[in-house]
């Protein structure tokens, strides 16, 4: 079961669970649990890893009493709570324009602080706290999978993004690199109000000089680095393009570099920071 604050990291944490081969179930109500539960259990049952995420709105008696009615059944029940600073919190939701659950507070630190003391009986059951304040969502990955992963499951994590450097380069990249050495599509009236996703500015930028050379030699360092990160017991492997705004160049090679990786059958993820900027 995974439960805790709203902002916390819930929804990384089941994806993650996810990647790892887990059958994970979000916002299924407390009473259908029990039945859920009962067909994971069953020796015919191919669920051997089933995760259950709390709903936000749940009350703390309703997930309370659904942990209880489950370690009732199962021996190797598990509460996970994911716990974080109200300060870390606030600037998730700044950040991301979300509504907090409990808006019905007028601020949002309100909000949190009313949600901790609702939740704090469900944390004090918890078989374990994870603190997500420090973390970011490539350490909560490795965090999830050295808790839960096992041998056989899937493979290295491959992040591909892009991102604007007027608005400030990721913390979080593994693998920067600087897409500015090319024309740059802004300055081409037609393409001036469309983004990388488009095929105009993608065939705009791929057809630039050193282009096919650029992604060639990347390609070839990334399938000597992934086995050698592999060796080292590292699970994600985040690679960053930039450009000035984040919405044309870094973007159409982000997402070029993505299917050559896909069609060599590497898992990879592909993510626009700034494209909507």
């Not at 929804?11 to 407390?30: C, K, Q, T, Y």
Request: with cysteine.
């Amino acid at each position: 079961m995974i439960a805790g604050l709203s902002g916390a990291g819930r929804s990384h944490f089941a994806s993650n669970l996810e990647d790892l081969g887990w059958f994970v179930i979000d916002r299924l109500p407390a009473e259908i649990m029990r039945r859920v539960s009962e067909l994971a259990s069953a020796t015919e049952s191919n669920w051997n890893r089933v995760a259950f995420v709390a709903k936000a709105d749940s009350t703390e008696g309703e997930t309370l009493a659904a942990v209880n009615e489950l370690r009732g059944m199962e021996d190797n029940l598990s509460l996970v709570f994911l716990d974080c600073s109200t300060e870390t919190l606030v600037r998730r939701y700044k950040d991301s324009r979300r509504p907090h659950p409990l808006s019905s507070f007028p601020k949002i630190e309100d909000a949190i602080e009313a949600e901790r003391n609702m939740l704090a009986s469900t944390r004090a059951e918890a078989d374990l706290i994870l603190d997500t304040s420090d973390l970011s969502v490539h350490d909560l990955r490795e965090a999830v999978t050295r808790l839960y992963a096992k041998e056989g499951d899937r493979a290295m994590q491959i992040s591909v993004s892009s991102f604007g450097f007027k608005h400030g380069v990721p913390r979080d990249a593994d693998i920067q690199l600087d897409c500015r050495f090319l024309p740059n599509p802004y300055w081409v009236e037609e393409l001036r109000d469309k983004d990388g996703l488009n095929r105009e500015v993608q065939e705009f930028v791929l057809k630039q000089e050193n282009v096919e050379n650029f992604l060639t030699d990347l390609f070839s360092l990334l399938n000597y680095l992934i086995p050698a990160y592999e060796n080292e017991g590292k699970s994600y492997l985040s690679v960053a393009f930039g450009c000035t705004g984040g919405k044309h160049r870094s973007v159409a090679i982000a997402e070029e570099l993505s299917q050559m990786l896909k069609r060599n059958e590497i898992d990879v993820s592909t993510f626009h920071r700034d494209v909507n900027r």
